[in-house]
Protein backbone atom coordinates (compact mmCIF):
# COMPACT_ATOMS: atom_id res chain seq x y z
CA UNK A 1 0.00 0.00 0.00
CA UNK A 2 1.30 3.38 0.04
CA UNK A 3 3.21 5.06 2.50
CA UNK A 4 1.90 7.73 4.59
CA UNK A 5 4.12 10.74 5.23
CA UNK A 6 6.86 9.91 3.14
CA UNK A 7 8.16 13.40 4.03
CA UNK A 8 7.91 13.19 7.85
CA UNK A 9 10.36 13.51 10.63
CA UNK A 10 11.69 10.31 11.00
CA UNK A 11 12.79 8.23 14.41
CA UNK A 12 14.56 5.06 14.24
CA UNK A 13 14.94 2.71 17.49
CA UNK A 14 16.05 -0.89 17.86
CA UNK A 15 13.63 -3.48 18.51
CA UNK A 16 13.33 -3.66 22.71
CA UNK A 17 14.39 -0.55 23.14
CA UNK A 18 12.28 2.74 24.26
CA UNK A 19 10.57 5.33 22.17
CA UNK A 20 9.92 9.03 22.67
CA UNK A 21 7.95 10.68 20.32
CA UNK A 22 7.45 14.12 20.99
CA UNK A 23 4.39 17.21 19.51
CA UNK A 24 4.22 20.61 20.02
CA UNK A 25 0.57 21.80 20.04
CA UNK A 26 -0.89 25.17 18.49
CA UNK A 27 -3.63 26.27 20.72
CA UNK A 28 -3.28 27.24 24.55
CA UNK A 29 -7.00 26.55 25.01
CA UNK A 30 -6.83 23.15 24.48
CA UNK A 31 -8.00 20.53 27.03
CA UNK A 32 -8.18 17.10 25.17
CA UNK A 33 -5.02 14.99 23.20
CA UNK A 34 -5.18 12.11 21.27
CA UNK A 35 -2.45 10.38 20.18
CA UNK A 36 -3.09 8.35 17.24
CA UNK A 37 -0.88 5.42 15.18
CA UNK A 38 -1.64 5.12 11.29
CA UNK A 39 0.12 2.01 9.61
CA UNK A 40 0.50 2.00 5.72
CA UNK A 41 -2.59 2.50 3.50
CA UNK A 42 -4.48 2.74 6.58
CA UNK A 43 -7.11 5.03 9.07
CA UNK A 44 -5.52 6.48 12.24
CA UNK A 45 -5.72 4.20 14.95
CA UNK A 46 -6.57 5.92 18.64
CA UNK A 47 -3.78 4.76 21.17
CA UNK A 48 -3.91 6.72 23.91
CA UNK A 49 -5.44 10.26 25.15
CA UNK A 50 -5.15 12.86 28.13
CA UNK A 51 -7.15 15.56 29.64
CA UNK A 52 -5.59 19.05 30.21
CA UNK A 53 -6.24 18.40 34.29
CA UNK A 54 -3.08 15.71 34.13
CA UNK A 55 0.16 15.81 33.18
CA UNK A 56 0.88 11.62 32.46
CA UNK A 57 -1.58 9.30 31.78
CA UNK A 58 -0.51 5.04 31.05
CA UNK A 59 -1.22 2.20 29.08
CA UNK A 60 -0.13 -0.69 28.12
CA UNK A 61 3.35 -0.22 26.68
CA UNK A 62 2.31 3.36 26.28
CA UNK A 63 2.85 6.55 28.50
CA UNK A 64 1.74 10.33 27.19
CA UNK A 65 3.08 13.37 29.07
CA UNK A 66 1.65 16.42 28.84
CA UNK A 67 3.53 19.83 29.80
CA UNK A 68 0.71 22.59 29.34
CA UNK A 69 3.42 25.52 30.41
CA UNK A 70 5.42 24.68 26.63
CA UNK A 71 2.39 23.77 25.21
CA UNK A 72 4.20 19.80 24.68
CA UNK A 73 2.96 16.60 24.44
CA UNK A 74 4.62 13.16 24.58
CA UNK A 75 4.24 9.48 23.48
CA UNK A 76 6.66 7.19 25.46
CA UNK A 77 6.43 3.98 23.80
CA UNK A 78 8.50 0.90 26.01
CA UNK A 79 9.94 -2.10 24.81
CA UNK A 80 9.30 -0.95 20.86
CA UNK A 81 8.39 -3.65 18.94
CA UNK A 82 8.51 -3.95 15.00
CA UNK A 83 4.29 -3.82 15.11
CA UNK A 84 4.94 -0.30 16.40
CA UNK A 85 6.40 0.72 12.87
CA UNK A 86 4.28 3.94 11.51
CA UNK A 87 3.46 7.19 11.72
CA UNK A 88 2.13 8.57 14.80
CA UNK A 89 0.22 11.70 14.88
CA UNK A 90 -1.17 14.04 17.82
CA UNK A 91 -4.08 15.71 17.95
CA UNK A 92 -5.42 18.35 20.26
CA UNK A 93 -9.28 19.29 20.68
CA UNK A 94 -11.22 21.86 23.23
CA UNK A 95 -14.12 19.89 24.80
CA UNK A 96 -16.75 20.66 24.38
CA UNK A 97 -16.19 21.97 20.60
CA UNK A 98 -15.76 19.53 17.33
CA UNK A 99 -12.75 20.94 15.56
CA UNK A 100 -9.54 18.55 16.47
CA UNK A 101 -6.62 19.71 15.05
CA UNK A 102 -3.40 17.39 13.93
CA UNK A 103 -0.17 17.52 14.07
CA UNK A 104 2.09 16.58 11.09
CA UNK A 105 3.23 13.58 12.16
CA UNK A 106 6.27 11.28 12.82
CA UNK A 107 7.25 8.09 11.41
CA UNK A 108 8.65 5.36 13.87
CA UNK A 109 11.02 2.74 12.07
CA UNK A 110 11.74 -0.22 14.03
CA UNK A 111 15.12 -1.65 13.26
CA UNK A 112 15.70 -5.39 13.64
CA UNK B 1 -11.15 -2.31 12.94
CA UNK B 2 -12.70 0.79 14.63
CA UNK B 3 -16.51 -0.30 13.60
CA UNK B 4 -16.55 2.55 11.25
CA UNK B 5 -16.61 1.34 7.39
CA UNK B 6 -16.28 3.50 4.24
CA UNK B 7 -16.58 2.80 0.27
CA UNK B 8 -14.60 2.35 -1.75
CA UNK B 9 -11.22 1.85 -0.57
CA UNK B 10 -10.01 2.88 -3.64
CA UNK B 11 -11.21 4.96 -6.67
CA UNK B 12 -9.40 5.65 -9.58
CA UNK B 13 -10.82 8.29 -12.07
CA UNK B 14 -10.54 10.27 -14.84
CA UNK B 15 -9.94 14.79 -14.64
CA UNK B 16 -13.31 16.09 -14.65
CA UNK B 17 -15.48 12.95 -13.28
CA UNK B 18 -17.94 13.06 -10.49
CA UNK B 19 -16.77 10.83 -7.75
CA UNK B 20 -18.76 10.09 -4.31
CA UNK B 21 -17.66 8.22 -0.95
CA UNK B 22 -19.78 6.47 1.67
CA UNK B 23 -18.83 6.33 5.19
CA UNK B 24 -20.67 4.23 7.95
CA UNK B 25 -20.06 5.50 11.52
CA UNK B 26 -20.30 3.45 14.51
CA UNK B 27 -24.28 2.81 14.92
CA UNK B 28 -24.53 4.79 18.18
CA UNK B 29 -22.45 7.93 17.23
CA UNK B 30 -24.17 11.00 16.52
CA UNK B 31 -20.84 13.05 15.32
CA UNK B 32 -19.40 12.23 11.77
CA UNK B 33 -16.72 14.01 10.32
CA UNK B 34 -14.82 14.08 7.27
CA UNK B 35 -10.67 14.66 6.42
CA UNK B 36 -8.69 14.76 3.86
CA UNK B 37 -5.21 13.34 3.85
CA UNK B 38 -2.53 14.24 1.88
CA UNK B 39 1.13 12.60 1.66
CA UNK B 40 3.43 13.64 4.33
CA UNK B 41 0.73 15.50 6.03
CA UNK B 42 -1.96 15.21 8.75
CA UNK B 43 -5.73 14.73 8.59
CA UNK B 44 -7.21 18.09 7.69
CA UNK B 45 -10.94 19.04 8.82
CA UNK B 46 -13.30 19.07 6.04
CA UNK B 47 -16.86 19.19 7.50
CA UNK B 48 -18.30 18.01 10.28
CA UNK B 49 -22.15 16.30 11.23
CA UNK B 50 -24.18 16.62 14.39
CA UNK B 51 -26.87 13.83 13.49
CA UNK B 52 -28.10 15.18 10.18
CA UNK B 53 -27.15 18.47 10.41
CA UNK B 54 -24.28 19.88 8.85
CA UNK B 55 -22.58 22.16 11.66
CA UNK B 56 -19.44 23.24 9.80
CA UNK B 57 -17.55 23.62 6.57
CA UNK B 58 -14.26 23.73 5.99
CA UNK B 59 -12.98 26.37 3.85
CA UNK B 60 -11.12 23.31 2.32
CA UNK B 61 -14.47 22.35 0.95
CA UNK B 62 -15.07 24.21 -2.41
CA UNK B 63 -18.51 24.09 -4.19
CA UNK B 64 -16.97 21.21 -6.28
CA UNK B 65 -17.70 18.86 -2.83
CA UNK B 66 -20.72 18.03 -1.52
CA UNK B 67 -21.46 16.38 2.14
CA UNK B 68 -24.61 14.73 3.26
CA UNK B 69 -25.98 12.52 6.08
CA UNK B 70 -29.30 12.49 5.14
CA UNK B 71 -31.11 10.13 8.55
CA UNK B 72 -28.24 11.35 11.06
CA UNK B 73 -26.44 7.42 9.95
CA UNK B 74 -24.41 6.72 6.93
CA UNK B 75 -22.80 10.16 5.14
CA UNK B 76 -21.82 10.41 1.96
CA UNK B 77 -19.15 12.89 0.59
CA UNK B 78 -19.30 13.74 -3.67
CA UNK B 79 -16.89 15.39 -5.13
CA UNK B 80 -17.54 17.05 -8.81
CA UNK B 81 -15.31 17.84 -11.56
CA UNK B 82 -12.53 16.46 -10.19
CA UNK B 83 -9.07 17.68 -10.71
CA UNK B 84 -6.29 16.29 -9.89
CA UNK B 85 -5.36 18.44 -7.14
CA UNK B 86 -8.38 16.34 -5.06
CA UNK B 87 -6.03 13.20 -5.14
CA UNK B 88 -5.69 12.67 -1.37
CA UNK B 89 -6.73 9.74 0.96
CA UNK B 90 -10.51 11.12 2.18
CA UNK B 91 -11.42 10.36 6.25
CA UNK B 92 -14.48 9.81 7.95
CA UNK B 93 -14.59 9.29 11.66
CA UNK B 94 -17.21 9.30 14.28
CA UNK B 95 -17.27 9.91 17.94
CA UNK B 96 -20.47 9.56 20.49
CA UNK B 97 -19.63 13.15 21.68
CA UNK B 98 -17.16 14.94 23.07
CA UNK B 99 -13.54 13.12 22.85
CA UNK B 100 -12.17 10.23 20.79
CA UNK B 101 -12.35 10.48 16.89
CA UNK B 102 -12.32 6.51 15.68
CA UNK B 103 -11.41 6.71 12.26
CA UNK B 104 -12.75 4.42 9.22
CA UNK B 105 -9.95 3.08 6.81
CA UNK B 106 -10.29 6.21 4.21
CA UNK B 107 -10.78 6.15 0.04
CA UNK B 108 -7.98 6.51 -1.56
CA UNK B 109 -8.80 8.60 -4.35
CA UNK B 110 -6.47 9.64 -7.44
CA UNK B 111 -7.33 11.69 -10.79
CA UNK B 112 -5.49 10.96 -13.40
Known amino acids: GESVGLHLPTLSVQEGDNSIINCAYS??????FIWYKQESGKGPQFIID?????DKRQGQRVTVLLNKTVKHLSLQIAATQPGDSAVYFC???????????FGTGTRLKVLA | DTGVSQNPRHKITKRGQNVTFRCDPI?????LYWYRQTLGQGPEFLTY????????KSRLLSDRFSAERPKGSFSTLEIQRTEQGDSAMYLC??????????FGPGTRLTVT
Open chain 1, 50 to 54: IRSNM
Open chain 2, 93 to 102: ASSSGPGTLF
Open chain 1, 27 to 32: NSASDY
Open chain 2, 27 to 31: SEHNR
Open chain 1, 91 to 101: AENMLGTYKYI
Open chain 2, 49 to 56: FQNEAQLE
